[in-house]
């Protein structure tokens, strides 16, 4: 079965809101995550999480499995990678290794940044 690729302006629009976002951080944590949890760690009210959660599962990035009265949700993991590869093809470079900790990017040569490689005199030149 096909799927079609992911909208990724869909996906930012959907992890803008500081709720939305506590709620994926907080279902990346586990395998499957159960809604009673939410209700108990978020400051909102259930239907305000119904809300959040239809968002984020229209977005693509979490799935909703009902069993009995019962949700549960689930990250969706191949979404948030190719959302990490879109962005990536923006600013290619050396990939970190999956699993790689601070200590070993520490290891790898730092590039400097725009602000340090450029004078006053190579500013670009901004006119509407």
């Not at 079965?1 to 990346?28: G, H």
Request: with cysteine; glycine share 4%.
């Amino acid at each position: 079965m096909s799927r079609e690729p992911v909208a990724v302006t869909e996906v930012f629009k959907a992890l803008c809101d500081p709720i939305r976002w506590s709620i994926v951080q907080q279902v990346a944590q586990e395998e499957e995550f159960a809604c009673s949890i939410l209700e108990d760690m978020l400051p909102v009210s259930k239907p305000t999480i119904s809300y959040h959660t239809k968002i984020l599962t229209q977005a693509g990035v979490i799935e909703v499995r009902k069993r009995g009265r019962n949700y549960f949700y689930t990250l969706r993991r191949d979404v948030v990678r190719e959302v990490i590869d879109e962005l990536w093809t923006l600013a290619p470079g050396d990939r970190p290794e999956v699993g790689s900790t601070a200590e070993d990017e520490a290891r790898q040569p730092r590039r400097p940044s725009h602000a340090e490689t450029s004078s006053d005199n190579d500013a670009p030149l901004l006119t509407w």
